[in-house]
């Protein structure tokens, strides 16, 4: 890790800023006006609705008879609008504001490969307190030759497992499982208690999956390694073959729906006390109070952990952020400039994003009253962010796009259920990685 946070220093401001819809629009005519449009989907159990209509609350009064932000809502999670932004980058018809590049980073390096984004860096260098504010180490992964396609974090978050602590105390587990072993025995008590262990799912790339195994590839030195490669070419490894026959024991301890539902289904499992667990990052702690979701009270019961062996999964900065497209008005472009600059610098915003959803900043720490607002899930996230000493990256931001959605997505339920072996489902997987590798030389 290369920070850690106090308590005194938790904030945020989420790093996924979201996007803007159509290109080449027209500033307003007559009133003087430039809008953009904001595209933003309000599917899934987490907070990231309500975060989009704060940052275009606070933008719009800021910067009212100048600039004007629009949010259109669209159904479906993340990946639906980066469908739609590749859309709209064929038809060189990208909106101004170019977001969610963070969790599939071989997109972003398409746009920056053929200029399909402005460069942001003399805007960046003109600005002290973004300066200020920015992780170092972000600059430098959102730099190419000289040029800042994409803006830098200036927070993080980590990712972690949610658990029902009423269920573990009928279970008699007394506290969240530290080694693997434990964990497993834990699902066993929880079994025979009556409870449903873990929220999983295979479609969307398998993310709660995923995260529980990713956190279990990363226990070793080896595994670490192999999640710090960018875009890794071989995955017949004595690692990755352990992670993949771990994922079959984990589907053991699942709900029935978990190999054909997505990830919005999974978290509904756990807001229902239908299952103990869900690995998942702290975007979802306002879910378990929203009675759109959870039962009255719910979030009282629900306590957030490390996953076993000490791991959370953290980008630390190395992650892309929101870019600006080169397809619309130099007008839309100032706009979608400072709308970029503006959720990274304006602390009130920084502040509210990090009571929302986890993503702590070192330097915009949060007050008591905003502390003061956590539920006990949030709580126990910010008390353990400070202890962390090991983090790994998250698989989305470091495995190519091919092997996650032609094969996760597709063969992952063949090796839970047995059609595949580990080994079978490794050399595919490696098989679509260098593909991909061949075909982005």
């Known amino acids: 890790m290369k ?64 600039y004007e932000a629009v949010v259109e809502w669209i159904p479906g999670m993340a990946e639906d609008i980066r469908a739609k932004l590749k859309m709209l980058n064929t038809a060189r018809d990208l909106p101004p504001v170019v977001s969610d590049l963070g969790t599939e980073p071989s997109f972003a390096e398409l746009l920056f490969r053929n200029n399909r984004l402005i460069d942001l860096k003399p805007y960046f260098d003109a600005d002290s307190e973004w300066q200020r504010l920015a992780f170092p180490e972000s600059v430098a992964y959102n ?51 009556g409870h449903t262990p873990i929220s999983l799912h295979l479609t969307e790339t398998g993310w709660c999956t995923m995260l529980m195994a990713s956190t279990y590839l990363g226990r070793t030195a080896e595994g670490q390694a192999f999640m710090n490669q960018q875009f890794p070419t071989d995955y017949n490894t004595p690692q990755i073959i352990d992670m993949l026959n771990m994922i079959k024991r984990l589907y053991t301890y699942t ?28 975007w979802m702690m306002q879910s378990l109070s929203d009675p759109a979701f959870s039962a009255p009270g719910f979030d009282q019961k629900v306590a957030y952990a490390k996953f076993p062996g000490g791991i959370m999964i953290s980008s630390q900065g190395t992650g892309f952020g929101s870019g600006v497209s080169v ?46 607002t956590f539920s ?62 061949a075909e982005n030389q």
């Open 143 to 193: 730099t190419r030759d000289g040029k800042m396609y994409s803006a830098p974090a200036v927070t993080t978050d980590y990712t972690g497992i949610y658990y029902n602590k009423e269920h573990f105390t009928q279970a008699g587990i007394s506290r969240f499982p530290e080694t693997w072993d434990e964990f497993w025995a834990a699902c066993d008590k929880l079994k025979a208690a």
């Open 255 to 282: 709900t029935r729906d978990a190999q054909g539902g997505n990830y919005a289904l999974a978290a509904n499992n756990f807001s229902n006390e239908t299952t103990s667990m869900i690995p998942n990052g702290p």
């Open 376 to 437: 006990p899930p949030m709580k126990s996230y910010a008390d353990i962010v400070p202890t962390v000493q090991k983090t790994i990256p998250n698989y989305q931001s470091r495995w190519d796009v091919l092997t996650q959605h032609e094969v996760i997505e597709t063969e992952m339920i063949n090796l839970v259920n047995g059609v595949i072996s580990a080994e079978e489902m490794a050399a595919k997987m490696t098989a679509a990685a260098r593909r991909y590798a």
């Open 327 to 372: 397809d619309v008005s130099r007008a839309e472009q100032e706009a979608a400039v400072e709308w970029i600059r503006f959720l990274s610098t304006n602390q009130d915003i920084i502040r509210y994003e990090g009571r929302m959803n986890g993503a702590f900043s070192p330097l915009v720490p949060l007050t008591g009253a905003d502390t003061a």
């Open 3 to 66: 920070r850690l946070f106090s308590a005194a220093a938790l904030l945020a401001l989420g790093v996924s800023f979201v996007f803007a819809g159509g290109g080449q629009q027209q500033p307003s005519s007559g009133s003087g006006v430039t809008k953009i449009s904001i595209l933003a989907t309000n599917a899934g159990n987490d907070a990231n609705t309500e975060q989009t209509r704060y940052r275009i609350e606070k933008f719009n009064e800021a910067y009212k008879g100048k």
